[in-house]
């Protein structure tokens, strides 16, 4: 008992606020930190402003978790800060599709394939603030207002379905086809 009275309570409470403090300021800066975001590890890992078909999904080879291993994927981390981006691809079937992603993940564009007929896609991603204050005259001529977006840098993705060998060679092709590059025309 003449323990708990030579216990100072003031400590203890000194104690647990430090470390409610120190709990939070961690948990803001864990939220913060894109070192490890998929944005940055794919933009680390294919070229600028290229679309790049990349290796087959498997155990030893996953450029990012959680990646179907039935699909075939191509990206392109794109960077706009100079001007227009074009961003073509074909989706030839059911299953393709194409994203376009903000670095913090948030989805800018997707599009799935019809199961009709093929999905042509042709966007222009201009940068921010072009979008906002009009397009120079120039690459004016070569946008559709209804396939553009704003956006300063990102990451486009294209997913082609893997429906085994005797499909491949086609798979791969219509996925070559696939571009993102500089430019307006």
């Known amino acids: 008992m003449r323990l708990l009275r030579a216990f100072d309570w003031r400590l203890l409470a000194i104690f647990a606020i430090i470390a409610g403090i120190v709990h939070l300021t961690a948990t803001?800066?864990?939220?913060?930190?894109?070192?490890?975001?998929?944005?940055?590890?794919?933009?680390?890992?294919?070229?600028?402003?290229?679309?790049t078909i990349?290796?087959?999904v498997a155990p030893q080879h996953?450029?990012?978790?959680?990646?179907?291993?039935?699909?075939?994927?191509?990206?392109?981390?794109?960077?706009a800060s100079t001007g227009t981006m074009r961003v073509r691809a074909l989706l030839p079937d059911l299953g393709w599709t194409i994203g376009v992603y903000a670095p913090d993940g948030t989805n800018l564009?997707?599009?799935?394939?019809?199961?009709?007929?093929?999905?042509?896609?042709?966007?222009?991603?201009?940068?921010?603030?072009?979008?906002?204050?009009g397009l120079p005259a120039s690459s004016?001529?070569?946008?559709?207002?209804?396939?553009?977006?704003?956006?300063?840098?990102?990451?486009?993705?294209?997913?082609?379905?893997?429906?085994?060998e005797p499909y491949r060679a086609d798979e791969l092709a219509a996925l070559a086809k696939a571009s993102c590059k500089p430019g307006g025309a």
């Open 140 to 164: 004016a001529a070569n946008i559709d207002p209804q396939q553009t977006i704003a956006a300063v840098k990102g990451l486009v993705v294209v997913r082609a379905p893997d429906k085994g």
């Open 109 to 133: 564009y997707f599009a799935a394939a019809s199961a009709d007929r093929e999905t042509t896609i042709d966007l222009s991603i201009v940068p921010s603030d072009d979008r906002f204050l």
């Open 28 to 51: 803001f800066l864990a939220v913060n930190d894109t070192r490890g975001s998929a944005y940055s590890r794919l933009a680390r890992a294919f070229p600028k402003n290229t679309m």
């Open 54 to 56: 990349a290796t087959a």
């Open 62 to 79: 996953q450029p990012l978790p959680f990646l179907a291993p039935d699909a075939r994927y191509a990206f392109c981390p794109f960077e």
